[in-house]
């Protein structure tokens, strides 16, 4: 993906991350006053008493980055060519190549292909191809995340290492 789109993905984790940091500041400070007797007589007379006492939660790093990622889909149109294979595909019609493997770019969700078998070996040849051990979209989940976590915190670059060296090999 370009590199401003990627800044832009940082900069919306990060605007995340700020806004988590600040709501978990509020929540404590807001304990803190809980605890002090005028507080405490004010809230049971205005009928208050107990009512925070729920249980706050955060998004994750994991769910803020796929919020961030998400937002910002669609603006992908420039990738590093590296497809997931997701297994072999039977179609029942009446062609004769009916046999085919499934590719997902590692990048963008939408790029997803269909290859005849026989032209597999050309199409792995001429791109980037993880064989990841196990074979699903639930695994092709797992390896975009890691994908796009690296690419924001270390770089497109070492997240393009990482993937193709950790992820090799049927």
Known sequence: MKEELLERIRE????????????KKRWERIKELETKEIIKEYLSLTNMEGK?????????NDE????????????IDETNKIYVCLGKVKLSNNLKNNEYKRYMNIEKTSDSILIPLEK???FEKNNQVVFPEKIGINNYNEIQIEFIKTAVYEGQ???????LTKRKGE
């Open 157 to 163: 670059d070492k997240a393009c290492k990482k993937i």
């Open 52 to 60: 925070s006492n729920f249980r706050r939660r955060y998004l994750t």
């Open 12 to 23: 919306q984790y990060h605007r995340l991350e700020r806004i988590r940091e600040e709501d």
């Open 120 to 122: 597999c070996e050309e």
């Open 64 to 75: 803020m980055l796929e919020i961030s990622l998400r937002g910002n889909m669609g603006y």
